[in-house]
């Protein structure tokens, strides 16, 4: 399942998101479609970074989410910048749960995919199944599908070598959204919705972040706990 939100981050916390990620935004790296920098926000001791960052994202989104959220002690599971290249290619079809399932026995990581710039299909828009779409208030069931069949592809250039099975996208694409998003604005969606992402065909890259929210409760590792950023 899914749901959007609007003006989940304001102009002044993506200015300076973008400012500290600019050795990214600018990188001409030939072998990588997408640029993600996984310590861009680390708390590993001294090698802490841009915690004050992911705090006034935290503090933007987690009042628009947590009151349909059951969780006893959230925690951000993790944070990532999705930085898609000009020409980068499109991450096909899987569910997020295939990947984790061993660090997530219970299925409770949500995951927040905010637009930092106006994004469209043609600069690597999310395409979800259009009849999983709910509103705000009905995130409170997320978590609670099924886990299609996945296939290992090694060597895979999008990133995500786990994909659906070929023969069940067909169906998928029958009943596929694309997810425009205005800057600042998010989907949020959770670990059994179906998700790719187009190529960007742009000459600019795609900028866009995730931030994932999840039980504390059996988790050997997540990044930092809500209630260290202030939330309770």
């Given at each position: 399942m899914w749901a959007t939100s609007e003006n989940i981050l304001s102009g002044e916390i993506i200015e300076n998101l973008l400012c500290r990620a600019d050795y990214l935004i600018s990188s001409n790296k030939g072998d990588q479609h997408v640029f993600v920098d996984k310590d861009f926000f680390s708390n590993n001791g001294n090698k802490s970074r841009n915690l004050d960052v992911l705090n006034s994202i935290h503090q933007s989104v987690w009042p628009k989410i947590s009151e349909q959220l059951a969780y006893k002690e959230p925690v951000i599971d993790h944070a990532v910048l999705l930085f898609k290249k000009p020409g980068g290619v499109e991450t096909e079809w899987h569910q997020d749960r295939a990947y984790w399932a061993t660090r997530d026995e219970k299925a409770s990581i949500i995951s927040v995919w905010i637009a930092l710039e106006d994004i469209t299909e043609e600069r690597g828009a999310l395409n979800l199944v259009k009849s999983n779409e709910v509103d705000m208030p009905s995130i409170s069931d997320f978590n609670n599908g099924s886990l299609?069949?996945?296939?290992?592809?090694?060597?895979?250039?999008?990133?995500?070598?786990?994909?659906?099975?070929?023969?069940?996208?067909?169906?998928?694409?029958?009943?596929?959204?694309?997810?425009?998003?205005k800057r600042g604005s998010a989907v949020i969606f959770d670990s059994f919705e179906p998700h790719m992402s187009r190529e960007n065909i742009s000459n600019t890259p795609r900028l866009a972040m995730k931030i994932a929210y999840s039980e504390r409760e059996d988790k050997d590792y997540f990044l930092i706990s809500a209630s260290d950023l202030g939330t309770k």
């Open positions: 299609m069949d996945h296939e290992l592809i090694e060597d895979k250039k999008g990133g995500f070598p786990l994909l659906i099975k070929s023969e069940l996208i067909p169906e998928i694409e029958s009943d596929v959204e694309i997810i425009n998003l």
